[in-house]
């Protein structure tokens, strides 16, 4: 079955389809406001008239190469290009400034390929028995994990948990504007038909991010243009032995995408910053994480890359999509004649073994154009912040504009970045208010279905050991997290 | 997180500053949330049991409020950044009032109008007085975004 | 103001109508000497790109332009469950180059429960259906129901049973709520953000019941058991299995899949595109695609969609003023 796969993957289609996917990926993912969802679902009509192999690896190309491409402007502009990369921006972008910007981005790349290659044969060894997993994860066990999500980017995120805790909250009440996901009426939409899709994530991504970062250069005026040489080339070399180093964090953080990734709904960005909060938790050196500490894009890269294949478990034994990415594969797999379910190996084992196995073999495309790219990246850093900063703006306004063509979005592209520069000039931290933001309508959501499930009774978080262990584990961090600070209170003393 | 502190380092660490200022912010909005709760979320009555649509805003909005009350208090003898010039403020409402200006008149002047005048304005506003660099480089982008994202991405900018 | 002046004025508006009158007539007579469609007709998709809806939409789009002689471009407008794209059509400019691709929930489902910007029935005027997928009445293989009366029968005599639907206010929500409120049975609703999170949770045994399109391959790999359809018809996938209606209860749930334009498009114009879109979705290409799709290919007439929806809408407003307190 392996050799037989191997055996359909040589085909110069399959070739010039990895080729481009690849590439096309790795612009679009660069370009803020694109994601590979968008992405995947402008090229899907490309491939109605290809056949299966090919067709789904270019747009598996364009996923992972997408995914990576994010990095690169998180790390060059700090403006992730994909939300899945705002943790990649915390350090690659600290590194940018010291003039490390060429190691961090050979070293998210190399995190990329190892995160990919690593969730992808586990996705070839588990897939099936790892499908019943993530069906046990009902509602009640969902809410566990993600008040388990919360509780982590709380406690963990750095900086003052207080600060962390009003971010978080700040997020999950502007995820409250909207519609209810439970009876489906609107709240606080003041009557305004166009709140009623609530803060799209995108757009608000893109405000809080990239429109806050040219408000900051508004506000600091002349002061801030910057000398073009102090930011240095993207060359650079980055050895194996530097990445050998970083094997556990690596392994660690690939463990943590993958896993994320069989649960349905939670996407690539929670994954990259719980895995960035775990290699910030077990370095020794904490306080270089935040100003540009390898393993801080090492973290993030390698998780959100780990996702892919572990997205690809559920929707392939049960049809089930992972994240608004898979849905959109999903798609592509069913109109090529690939119907996901139990039965699709034993059917068209041979076309699921080859796209597996080019999954795994997408990863030297994207390590050859990914360097190549670079040397044309070289160039957007160079620019004065006041060059830079009004083509910021208008790609701002368009991505923003693109996610649902419409001008509200862009409304609120703009409110974000208002508020996110006030939150910046306070040193309030982002993240956490972009992960309340992201994990709020479906704390929400599975929580109330837990409820209603159970008749409005607690007993069902309780029943299950899955949600009691989460629920376990998360007391515990807060308690291990309290007991820290009250030793280095004393010790401060 | 940090250049915006740096900025304004000469005249930072005032008793009263930003860090007040948006944590009151905050905490009144969460007040206000909480008051305007009832009118603002309509119930459907199916008769289900268990929590309704306000049971989350308000569970959300009074932690809200707790955590800004408990933050204003624990930092109540901090030091905290100043506000900063004037017109250091200026120049930012500027630039909001100035995207707000485009964002509202795209649907009549285009994308790529509006998208030009805020790259060629902003650009004047960082600072940049070199003609080619502050006209002809956000007109470029301008028109490179409205041309791909019509022609390869099929999207309808206004 | 003198009398003169106002006469003057008078005479003013007097002229502007008349200039406008014969501008109107100018245009008219344009727009029926004009051969329709001159220039490429758009066809918005309420939901993103990638999903069901647009890809039929879009082969049903491809498959029209030959027949128009005009490219069809497919627009999507997601958002608000498909309400967003039917606000903007029905402000579009009535001339025959705007046409949506919609649904039930929000053709005459939403619109029944709430205020949502646009009359369904007085701003559309439907063209075609051409597809709908049917929705079951799910249960786990393992479950000890065999009927949907032993099932109700259950719900009736103390076991409260939870339904899973995709999504907060749907059909099937509201068909299920009418029917546990006809059989005085304990069925408690659990919405989900879309039918493969609900039929995952019924896999997981979270719920009890699902009511979801898309189940045939798990009902034939014997993962579920199908009770009933909430369609107006059998599916024919699974003849054995009645309908709601069939099954005793004077409720039903159509699923629809429909073309419409808005309301005041000329009557020429409709029948061009009316003939073209359902020319293309009766050919052997379009059912083949919709066969890898696995949706169903149900063709109906404007008349009988308008009549479908206008009762439904009806029936659904019923129920919501029975449900609003």
């Given at each position: 079955?392996?050799?037989?796969?191997?055996?359909?993957?040589?085909?110069?289609?399959?070739?010039?389809?990895?080729?481009?996917?690849?590439?096309?990926?790795?612009?679009?993912?660069?370009?803020?406001?694109?994601?590979?969802?968008?992405?995947?679902?402008?090229?899907?009509?490309?491939?109605?008239?290809?056949?299966?192999?090919?067709?789904?690896?270019?747009?598996?190309?364009?996923?992972?190469?997408?995914?990576?491409?994010?990095?690169?402007?998180?790390?060059?502009?700090?403006?992730?290009?994909?939300?899945?990369?705002?943790?990649?921006?915390?350090?690659?972008?600290?590194?940018?400034?010291?003039?490390?910007?060429?190691?961090?981005?050979?070293?998210?790349?190399?995190?990329?390929?190892?995160?990919?290659?690593?969730?992808?044969?586990?996705?070839?060894?588990?897939?099936?028995?790892?499908?019943?997993?993530?069906?046990?994860?009902?509602?009640?066990?969902?809410?566990?994990?993600?008040?388990?999500?919360?509780?982590?980017?709380?406690?963990?995120?750095?900086?003052?948990?207080?600060?962390?805790?009003?971010?978080?909250?700040?997020?999950?009440?502007?995820?409250?504007?909207?519609?209810?996901?439970?009876?489906?009426?609107?709240?606080?939409?003041?009557?305004?038909?166009?709140?009623?899709?609530?803060?799209?994530?995108?757009?608000?991504?893109?405000?809080?991010?990239?429109?806050?970062?040219?408000?900051?250069?508004?506000?600091?005026?002349?002061?801030?243009?910057?000398?073009?040489?102090?930011?240095?080339?993207?060359?650079?070399?980055?050895?194996?032995?530097?990445?050998?180093?970083?094997?556990?964090?690596?392994?660690?953080?690939?463990?943590?995408?993958?896993?994320?990734?069989?649960?349905?709904?939670?996407?690539?960005?929670?994954?990259?910053?719980?895995?960035?909060?775990?290699?910030?938790?077990?370095?020794?050196?904490?306080?270089?994480?935040?100003?540009?500490?390898?393993?801080?894009?090492?973290?993030?890269?390698?998780?959100?890359?780990?996702?892919?294949?572990?997205?690809?478990?559920?929707?392939?034994?049960?049809?089930?999509?992972?994240?608004?990415?898979?849905?959109?594969?999903?798609?592509?797999?069913?109109?090529?004649?690939?119907?996901?379910?139990?039965?699709?190996?034993?059917?068209?084992?041979?076309?699921?073994?080859?796209?597996?196995?080019?999954?795994?073999?997408?990863?030297?495309?994207?390590?050859?154009?990914?360097?190549?790219?670079?040397?044309?990246?070289?160039?957007?850093?160079?620019?004065?912040?006041?060059?830079?900063?009004?083509?910021?703006?208008?790609?701002?306004?368009?991505?923003?504009?693109?996610?649902?063509?419409?001008?509200?979005?862009?409304?609120?592209?703009?409110?974000?970045?208002?508020?996110?520069?006030?939150?910046?000039?306070?040193?309030?931290?982002?993240?956490?208010?972009?992960?309340?933001?992201?994990?709020?309508?479906?704390?929400?959501?599975?929580?109330?279905?837990?409820?209603?499930?159970?008749?409005?009774?607690?007993?069902?978080?309780?029943?299950?050991?899955?949600?009691?262990?989460?629920?376990?584990?998360?007391?515990?961090?807060?308690?291990?997290?309290?007991?820290?600070?009250?030793?280095?209170?004393?010790?401060?003393? | 997180?940090?250049?915006?502190?740096?900025?304004?380092?000469?005249?930072?660490?005032?008793?009263?500053?930003?860090?007040?200022?948006?944590?009151?912010?905050?905490?009144?909005?969460?007040?206000?949330?909480?008051?305007?709760?009832?009118?603002?979320?309509?119930?459907?009555?199916?008769?289900?049991?268990?929590?309704?649509?306000?049971?989350?805003?308000?569970?959300?909005?009074?932690?809200?409020?707790?955590?800004?009350?408990?933050?204003?208090?624990?930092?109540?003898?901090?030091?905290?950044?100043?506000?900063?010039?004037?017109?250091?403020?200026?120049?930012?409402?500027?630039?909001?009032?100035?995207?707000?200006?485009?964002?509202?008149?795209?649907?009549?002047?285009?994308?790529?109008?509006?998208?030009?005048?805020?790259?060629?304005?902003?650009?004047?506003?960082?600072?940049?007085?070199?003609?080619?660099?502050?006209?002809?480089?956000?007109?470029?982008?301008?028109?490179?975004?409205?041309?791909?994202?019509?022609?390869?991405?099929?999207?309808?900018?206004? | 103001?003198?009398?003169?002046?106002?006469?003057?004025?008078?005479?003013?508006?007097?002229?502007?109508?008349?200039?406008?009158?014969?501008?109107?007539?100018?245009?008219?007579?344009?727009?029926?000497?004009?051969?329709?469609?001159?220039?490429?007709?758009?066809?918005?998709?309420?939901?993103?790109?990638?999903?069901?809806?647009?890809?039929?939409?879009?082969?049903?789009?491809?498959?029209?332009?030959?027949?128009?002689?005009?490219?069809?471009?497919?627009?999507?407008?997601?958002?608000?469950?498909?309400?967003?794209?039917?606000?903007?059509?029905?402000?579009?400019?009535?001339?025959?180059?705007?046409?949506?691709?919609?649904?039930?929930?929000?053709?005459?489902?939403?619109?029944?429960?709430?205020?949502?910007?646009?009359?369904?029935?007085?701003?559309?005027?439907?063209?075609?259906?051409?597809?709908?997928?049917?929705?079951?009445?799910?249960?786990?293989?393992?479950?000890?129901?065999?009927?949907?009366?032993?099932?109700?029968?259950?719900?009736?005599?103390?076991?409260?049973?939870?339904?899973?639907?995709?999504?907060?206010?749907?059909?099937?929500?509201?068909?299920?709520?009418?029917?546990?409120?006809?059989?005085?049975?304990?069925?408690?609703?659990?919405?989900?953000?879309?039918?493969?999170?609900?039929?995952?949770?019924?896999?997981?045994?979270?719920?009890?019941?699902?009511?979801?399109?898309?189940?045939?391959?798990?009902?034939?790999?014997?993962?579920?058991?199908?009770?009933?359809?909430?369609?107006?018809?059998?599916?024919?996938?699974?003849?054995?299995?009645?309908?709601?209606?069939?099954?005793?209860?004077?409720?039903?749930?159509?699923?629809?899949?429909?073309?419409?334009?808005?309301?005041?498009?000329?009557?020429g114009r409709i029948d061009t595109l009316r003939d073209a879109f359902t020319q293309a979705a009766s050919s052997d290409a379009f059912a083949k695609v919709m066969k890898k799709l696995n949706q169903p290919v149900r063709l109906m007439s404007g008349e009988a969609l308008e009549a479908v929806i206008e009762k439904n809408l009806t029936d659904y407003r019923e129920l919501a003023s029975e449900l609003k307190r």
């Amino acid at each position: 079955m392996l050799l037989d796969a191997f055996y359909a993957l040589l085909d110069v289609w399959v070739l010039i389809a990895a080729v481009v996917g690849v590439i096309a990926g790795i612009v679009i993912g660069a370009i803020p406001g694109l994601g590979p969802t968008m992405a995947i679902a402008l090229l899907i009509p490309v491939t109605f008239t290809m056949s299966p192999i090919p067709a789904l690896i270019l747009l598996l190309g364009v996923y992972q190469g997408a995914i990576f491409g994010g990095s690169i402007s998180a790390i060059l502009l700090n403006v992730p290009g994909t939300p899945s990369s705002a943790a990649t921006a915390l350090d690659g972008h600290a590194m940018a400034r010291r003039g490390k910007a060429g190691e961090a981005l050979r070293i998210a790349l190399y995190a990329s390929v190892f995160g990919n290659v690593f969730s992808c044969l586990v996705l070839m060894l588990l897939a099936q028995p790892l499908a019943s997993l993530a069906l046990d994860f009902g509602p009640a066990q969902m809410a566990a994990l993600m008040l388990f999500a919360l509780a982590i980017i709380v406690l963990f995120g750095g900086g003052s948990i207080l600060d962390s805790a009003l971010m978080t909250l700040v997020g999950i009440a502007a995820g409250i504007v909207g519609l209810d996901p439970i009876e489906g009426l609107p709240r606080f939409t003041f009557g305004s038909f166009a709140a009623e899709d609530g803060l799209q994530l995108i757009p608000v991504l893109i405000g809080l991010f990239a429109m806050s970062e040219v408000l900051l250069q508004a506000f600091g005026g002349h002061r801030q243009s910057r000398p073009p040489t102090k930011v240095g080339s993207v060359s650079g070399h980055v050895g194996i032995l530097a990445m050998w180093r970083m094997r556990v964090t690596l392994l660690v953080s690939s463990l943590i995408g993958t896993f994320v990734g069989i649960l349905p709904g939670i996407g690539s960005t929670v994954p990259a910053f719980v895995s960035y909060g775990f290699a910030r938790s077990r370095s020794r050196h904490k306080e270089t994480f935040g100003q540009g500490e390898p393993e801080g894009v090492a973290a993030p890269e390698a998780a959100n890359n780990a996702v892919t294949g572990g997205a690809l478990v559920p929707m392939l034994s049960l049809g089930i999509p992972g994240d608004a990415v898979t849905a959109v594969i999903l798609g592509a797999f069913m109109l090529q004649g690939l119907t996901p379910g139990p039965f699709l190996f034993q059917h068209h084992g041979v076309e699921v073994y080859a796209i597996f196995e080019a999954l795994i073999l997408l990863s030297i495309p994207c390590v050859l154009f990914g360097l190549m790219m670079f040397k044309g990246a070289v160039h957007v850093i160079k620019l004065q912040p006041r060059h830079l900063f009004p083509a910021i703006a208008i790609l701002a306004i368009f991505g923003a504009f693109s996610v649902n063509n419409s001008l509200f979005d862009v409304g609120v592209m703009l409110g974000a970045g208002v508020i996110g520069f006030l939150f910046r000039r306070c040193g309030f931290p982002l993240p956490p208010l972009l992960i309340g933001l992201i994990l709020g309508p479906p704390l929400e959501e599975s929580l109330r279905q837990a409820l209603l499930t159970s008749g409005g009774s607690v007993d069902i978080f309780l029943d299950s050991p899955i949600a009691l262990g989460l629920l376990g584990v998360t007391a515990l961090c807060a308690l291990g997290a309290s007991l820290q600070r009250l030793r280095h209170r004393r010790q401060g003393n | 997180m940090k250049p915006g502190i740096e900025s304004s380092q000469e005249n930072a660490d005032r008793r009263v500053g930003v860090q007040t200022l948006i944590t009151s912010g905050l905490l009144l909005v969460a007040l206000a949330g909480l008051f305007t709760l009832t009118s603002q979320v309509t119930v459907f009555d199916f008769g289900d049991s268990g929590p309704d649509a306000r049971f989350f805003p308000r569970l959300v909005l009074a932690l809200l409020a707790l955590t800004a009350g408990l933050r204003l208090w624990r930092h109540r003898h901090a030091l905290e950044t100043a506000l900063g010039s004037a017109r250091d403020w200026s120049r930012t409402l500027f630039a909001v009032v100035l995207i707000g200006v485009a964002i509202a008149a795209m649907n009549l002047v285009g994308f790529l109008a509006s998208a030009a005048v805020v790259g060629i304005l902003l650009s004047w506003l960082l600072g940049e007085r070199r003609l080619s660099l502050s006209v002809v480089l956000p007109l470029v982008v301008a028109a490179l975004v409205t041309l791909s994202a019509r022609q390869l991405l099929n999207l309808p900018l206004p | 103001m003198s009398y003169h002046q106002q006469g003057s004025d008078a005479l003013l508006v007097h002229r502007i109508t008349i200039a406008l009158a014969t501008a109107l007539l100018l245009v008219t007579t344009t727009a029926w000497s004009e051969p329709f469609p001159s220039r490429p007709v758009t066809l918005v998709v309420p939901y993103g790109a990638g999903g069901t809806t647009d890809i039929s939409a879009r082969q049903l789009a491809k498959l029209a332009e030959p027949i128009l002689g005009q490219p069809v471009v497919v627009e999507n407008h997601p958002g608000g469950g498909g309400i967003n794209a039917m606000r903007s059509v029905a402000r579009a400019t009535p001339d025959g180059y705007t046409l949506i691709a919609t649904t039930s929930s929000p053709s005459f489902v939403t619109p029944a429960l709430r205020d949502v910007g646009y009359d369904p029935i007085q701003d559309f005027l439907p063209l075609l259906n051409y597809s709908g997928p049917y929705h079951g009445v799910l249960i786990n293989a393992d479950s000890p129901y065999r009927t949907l009366d032993e099932l109700l029968e259950a719900a009736r005599n103390g076991t409260r049973l939870t339904y899973a639907t995709a999504g907060a206010l749907s059909g099937a929500r509201l068909s299920f709520t009418a029917l546990s409120r006809e059989t005085h049975a304990d069925l408690q609703h659990v919405p989900f953000d879309g039918a493969s999170s609900a039929t995952a949770a019924l896999l997981g045994h979270h719920v009890d019941i699902a009511l979801v399109p898309a189940y045939r391959d798990l009902v034939n790999d014997g993962r579920l058991r199908l009770l009933a359809v909430l369609d107006d018809e059998r599916d024919p996938d699974f003849p054995s299995i009645p309908t709601l209606a069939q099954s005793g209860h004077d409720i039903e749930f159509p699923s629809i899949v429909a073309l419409m334009a808005p309301r005041g498009t000329p009557a020429g114009r409709i029948d061009t595109l009316r003939d073209a879109f359902t020319q293309a979705a009766s050919s052997d290409a379009f059912a083949k695609v919709m066969k890898k799709l696995n949706q169903p290919v149900r063709l109906m007439s404007g008349e009988a969609l308008e009549a479908v929806i206008e009762k439904n809408l009806t029936d659904y407003r019923e129920l919501a003023s029975e449900l609003k307190r």
